[in-house]
């Protein structure tokens, strides 16, 4: 199913001339480094994939996105620049998602709810009874144990057939005849992928970026957090929210950003540490900051804060969101609940950049003003619509079209197959 070439010994060995000959020099020298110039052979080989579906970012709706590709039959390549499938569930340690019911039902199901339900129910805890209107719209997410998720969505995806490339990222794209072709990088690693479909699910729509395509940002973001636990132990899947500090300024662009942001998360983290003199000692802190905000596409369409807040049912409405319109500023957050009976819904065409063929999002980057963003940004929100982008991607695939030309009653198939719920108009 999947090609794997190298790109052959005798690239290799032009770079490498040097270091042979002195290994041929004396039998000892060349016994003692013939295995070391293998292993640097192996290390430089340049991996092709033959993909139809390729997912960027392996975050919250990266992971969803390439298990809907995978069991809608395409074959699946995920790469993920971080160590382990979650994103900010995971690594930025926001592991609450929410929301999946509004109003005293379920409305995202899908297999992102699938994920959350069995990390739960493995980790013996208690999910939360979604038939009962809590007085704040948060009470309802469900705490994750954070260390547990990742490995249920490995197996997950390993069960639909996907391959998963860590600390890998995009690094060129060229539009080939017959879709793309992607020079991925990671340590020790040269990967070239082939394929028809991609999926951005980056946060921050970096592979939309690369490619040129419009994207929107403000002038000043929302913070990002670091989230820490200093004094008292955490007890990940029982304690919805540890403690956390605002990181002003956070941005998830690049290498260099997201250096800066992690350096002054920490060292904002270091002086609340020596402030407690020793009385609180720091028990646990997430690996990376976690951002809010940067990069949001522009879309075929875009979901406007009165879409959102009037819960306007899209004619190509591909999965329910809820959550308060919830911006964070300077000054902190206040939300604002939504009125009681709406249900905003996410269009298919929000998730396709302007213009393009052969390319969807999913995730917080999603064509959206910024006060809708704020709301449509929260994770079940993001796997909902990661479904729905896989299954987009999928199905465009498999009639070797582009996700805006799939007709909406096959997506719509598609994702109530496997479990998601579809918004009626
Ligand atoms: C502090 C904080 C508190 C929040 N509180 C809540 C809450 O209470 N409830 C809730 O539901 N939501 C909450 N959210 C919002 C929510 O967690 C995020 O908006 C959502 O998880 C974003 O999902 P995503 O898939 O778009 O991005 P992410 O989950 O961030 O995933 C992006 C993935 O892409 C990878 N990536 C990025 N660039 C590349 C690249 N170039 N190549 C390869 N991989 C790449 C990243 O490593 C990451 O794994 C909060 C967010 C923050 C920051």
Redesign the pocket.
């Known amino acids: 199913m999947k090609e794997k070439s190298t790109i052959g010994r005798r690239e290799f060995i032009q770079y490498s001339t040097a270091g042979i000959a002195f290994a041929a020099s004396t039998k000892a020298a060349a016994e003692t480094l013939a295995p070391a110039s293998q292993e640097k052979e192996e290390c430089n080989e340049m991996i092709t994939n033959e993909v139809d579906v390729l997912v ?7 992971t969803i996105a390439a298990i809907q590709a995978g069991r809608s039959g395409a074959r699946t390549l995920l ?4 160590p382990q499938l979650g ?3 995971t ?2 340690g ?1 592991a ?3 929301l999946f019911d509004a109003w005293g039902k379920q409305v995202i199901a899908g297999i992102g709810w699938e994920l959350v339900k069995e990390s739960v129910e493995l980790d013996g805890g208690t999910l939360p009874d979604f038939s009962k209107v809590p007085k704040h719209h ?1 009470t309802n ?1 469900v705490k994750v144990n954070q260390f547990l998720y990742p490995l249920l969505a490995e197996e997950k995806c390993e069960q639909a057939g996907v391959e998963i490339a860590y600390y890998e ?2 690094q060129a794209i060229t539009r080939t005849e017959k879709g793309w072709q992607m020079e991925c990088g990671g340590f020790g690693t040269r990967r070239r992928v082939l394929c028809r479909q991609i999926v951005d ?3 921050g729509a ?1 592979v939309v970026g690369l490619l040129d395509f419009p994207r929107l940002r403000e002038d000043e973001t929302q913070p ?2 670091i989230l820490f636990r200093l004094g008292k132990p955490y007890q990940p899947g029982r304690e919805g929210v540890i403690q ?1 500090i605002y990181v002003h300024g956070a941005d998830s662009t690049s290498s260099r950003t997201v250096t800066a942001a992690n350096l002054k998360g920490r060292k904002d983290l270091l002086a609340k540490v020596r402030a407690a003199e020793g009385k609180a000692r720091l028990l646990h802190r997430q690996p990376e900051t ?3 905000e940067s990069y949001r596409i522009q879309g075929e369409t875009m979901i406007t804060v009165d879409d959102y807040t009037s819960g306007r049912v899209f004619e190509d409405a591909v999965c329910n969101a809820f959550y308060p319109v919830d911006l964070h500023t300077k000054s902190g957050v206040r939300p604002k609940p939504l009125k009681p009976g709406t249900v905003p819904t996410v269009p298919l065409r929000a998730l396709i950049p302007k213009g393009s063929r052969n390319l969807i999002v999913a ?3 999603v064509s959206s003003d910024r006060l809708a963003n704020s709301g449509l ?4 929100s ?1 796997m909902a619509m990661g479904q729905a982008a896989g299954a987009a991607a999928a199905l465009a695939e498999a009639g070797a079209t582009t996700p805006l030309s799939v007709p909406l009653k096959d997506i719509h198939a598609m994702l109530r197959k496997h479990g998601a719920i579809v918004p009626s108009a």
């Not at 790469?79 to 971080?82: D, L, S």
């Not at 940004?377 to 079940?380: G, T």
């Open positions: 960027v970012g392996g975050g919250t709706a990266g790469v993920e620049r971080g994103g900010t569930t690594t930025g926001v609450f998602p929410g948060p997410q990222f995009p699910c980056t946060g970096e990002g957090s956390s976690s951002f809010r995730g917080r980057c940004r929260v994770q079940a993001c």
